[in-house]
């Protein structure tokens, strides 16, 4: 039985247009949750609502549609340069969406200037300026500079040509590291000689490069001036580095993106191999959530285009592993058109170009193991150790939420209390709550953990009711989001007064337990003998992090309260005399001795006193 949508809905889905454009699905608050383009609105919109089979994640999209909008275009490639604006303004839900926010470095080269220079950029920008890379990390990129600047002498400085007048030369011009054109020592003609050059050896010909580097090195050594030889030595076996990283392939001299996917069935793992001049740069893995079990073509078309109009340069040739059906001249044209320059978009089956994708599927794969690897660790620490500690305390439900107490002071000055609260065997330090101990005095942990825990708890229940009379969820106050499972840093002393203060509060069915730091012994409140757990289970490494963060933050509370104490002025206990007094004041007579010593006329004439404040700096002296 098909299912109603809605008059609303289902007036809008008879509607539905046979034209290309956009469509942007909406949950019940009008959150736009996905964005999709179409060659044919009607078809393409109304399988989302008519047809029975789907992915697991787009019939949880649907499970969420309340509403949708669509945009009309004229072209299928107007859809798409549409589809990829709406998806970076809106960042919806269910669409591809990349998180890493790695830059890897480019080398920038501005062939607009009269002069040109070489630097290091984060991010391609649409200056018109030609980019080199990416490069694997900024060092890569310095190295490369140096090797430059050794055998084309580019200038470095930011002067912008043409000058009114030439100025003289700097000491780049005298070590032979620049043809100073900012003096005049060379034409414009004569630096674009040397640009040819540059720009060969940013293209992969390292030939020229090595070549003249060799030759300096020989020269001196023939003069036996071994040092500068083996400088010589060392810029060689840099670029040789440099080559070497760079992994030899059977390719023209182009520059290549090589794209591919890896599924689980959960999730899945894109691959981009970098190749320029014909030699592997290297590659970067971006991790797509919720599309293990989508259509590889589908999801390796939304990533590329979301990819490419992240600022990301746009290679000659782009190599992708699938795409949708009669997709390729589609997203070609959306490439040419954001490049402004002609590139090919190949899917290749067969030969060397399908090797290449093959080579980026592995290591696709590759990276989506060794991610879910690490993911499957990270679960075994954190929510794995806290659902095995709730087994091991006899809990009969999963501590989501683990609260960890602590208390410090100095010989009893300035107690304070730390609240830690890890959610999933994660920290969650906005829940964090700091205490100052109100009603305890000396070096009383007991009594002050007790103050403590029934101050978070009477908060709590307090906050639960208030939210409950306005038809709030409880949780979302300060403190009423109450713990599954207590922390209490301390054996079973400790405990007991932990426990005294919930009891008073009414709260008798709370899980918690002390943890002795000397033997790491768990102490519970109705067993006698301690749990001793294995170091080396991730159960007590969890309780040992929740313990050693309160520490750390009861610790760092005391120790800003005692360092606000130290630099404390006695002037400030004085009513009436704020900062801008007391600063005239010290700056007036240079010492609180001779404060104490004024008469109130004397005090009178320092700027920004008043009778008032006179008279009150005058009592506070007679006192001592």
């Avoid at 989302?48 to 549609?65: L, S, W």
């Avoid at 012994?521 to 309780?543: A, F, G, K, M, Y």
Wanted: with cysteine.
């Amino acid at each position: 039985m098909a299912q109603h949508w809605g008059e609303n809905l289902e007036l809008k889905i008879s509607m539905l247009p046979e034209s290309p454009g956009c469509y942007l699905m909406k949950d019940a608050e009008g959150t736009i949750i996905y964005v999709g383009k179409a060659v044919n609105l009607k078809n393409r919109v109304r399988s989302y609502f008519r047809g029975n089979e789907h992915t697991p994640k787009v019939a949880a999209m649907i499970a969420h549609i309340a509403d949708f909008d669509i945009l009309l275009c004229e072209t299928n490639l107007e859809a798409l340069c549409l589809e990829c604006n709406l998806i970076k303004e809106h960042k919806p839900y269910y669409n591809i969406l990349l998180k890493d926010d790695k830059h890897y470095p480019y080398l920038r080269l501005d062939l607009r200037e009269p002069f040109p220079r070489l630097t290091l950029a984060r991010r391609m920008q649409r200056d018109g300026a030609r980019y080199f890379g990416p490069y694997i990390g900024a060092t890569a990129v310095k190295q490369i500079i140096d090797a430059v600047r050794e055998v084309f002498p580019l200038r470095t400085c930011r002067m912008a040509f043409p000058l009114k007048k030439p100025v003289r030369p700097c000491i780049n011009y005298d070590i032979g590291k620049c043809l100073a054109p900012c003096a005049g020592k060379c034409t414009e003609a004569e630096y674009w000689d040397m640009m040819d050059g540059v720009l060969s050896f940013l293209q992969g010909d390292y030939d020229l490069v090595l070549d003249k580097l060799n030759e300096q090195m020989t020269k001196a050594a023939e003069r036996m001036e071994y040092e500068k030889a083996a400088v010589w030595r060392d810029k060689i076996r840099d670029v040789q580095g440099i080559m070497e990283r760079q992994i030899a392939i059977r390719t023209d001299r182009s520059e290549q993106d090589i794209i591919a996917l890896a599924q689980d069935g959960v999730d899945a793992m894109a691959q981009v191999v970098y190749v320029r001049g014909g030699r592997m740069l290297g590659g970067d893995h971006f991790l797509l959530e919720r599309e293990g079990g989508e259509d590889p073509g589908e999801v390796l078309m939304g990533f590329l285009t979301q990819y490419y109009s992240a600022g990301t340069l746009i290679p000659r040739h782009v190599l992708v592993q699938t795409l949708p059906e009669g997709a390729a001249e589609q997203v070609e044209q959306w490439l040419r058109q954001e490049k402004g320059q002609a590139v090919t978009l190949v899917t290749p089956r067969r030969g060397e170009k399908h090797d290449l994708v093959l080579l980026a599927a592995k290591n696709a794969e590759d990276a989506l193991l060794k991610r879910n690897a690490k993911e499957q660790i990270r679960q075994e620490r954190t929510q794995g150790a806290a659902a095995q500690l709730g087994r091991l305390l006899g809990m009969d439900r999963y501590p989501r939420r683990i609260e960890g107490y602590d208390i410090s002071n100095t010989q009893g000055v300035l107690s304070v209390g730390s609240m830690v609260v890890f959610i999933d065997g994660v920290p969650a330090k906005k829940e964090y709550r700091k205490f100052r101990i109100k009603t305890v005095e000396g070096a009383n942990d007991f009594a002050s953990i007790r103050e403590v825990l029934g101050r978070r708890f009477a908060h709590g229940l307090r906050e639960r009711e208030e939210r409950a009379a306005e038809g709030l969820p409880a949780a979302g106050g300060r403190f009423s989001d109450l713990p599954d499972l207590v922390l209490i840093d301390g054996g079973p002393q400790q405990l007991r007064f932990a426990r005294e203060a919930l009891e008073e509060l009414g709260v008798r069915d709370l899980a918690m337990f002390g943890l002795a730091e000397r033997l790491e012994e768990i102490w519970l409140p109705d067993r006698e003998e301690p749990l001793v757990l294995d170091h080396s289970t991730p159960e007590l490494q969890l309780v040992q992090r929740v313990r050693d963060e309160a520490h750390r933050c009861a610790i760092t509370h005391h120790r800003a309260l005692r360092d606000a104490a130290f630099t404390h002025s006695q002037l400030e206990d004085i009513p009436g005399i704020g900062p801008a007094r007391r600063k005239a004041l010290l700056k007036h007579f240079g010492s609180l001795k001779a404060i104490r010593a004024a008469t109130e006329e004397q005090l009178l004439e320092v700027r920004g006193m008043t009778k008032s404040a006179a008279a009150a700096v005058a009592a506070w002296a007679e006192k001592g």
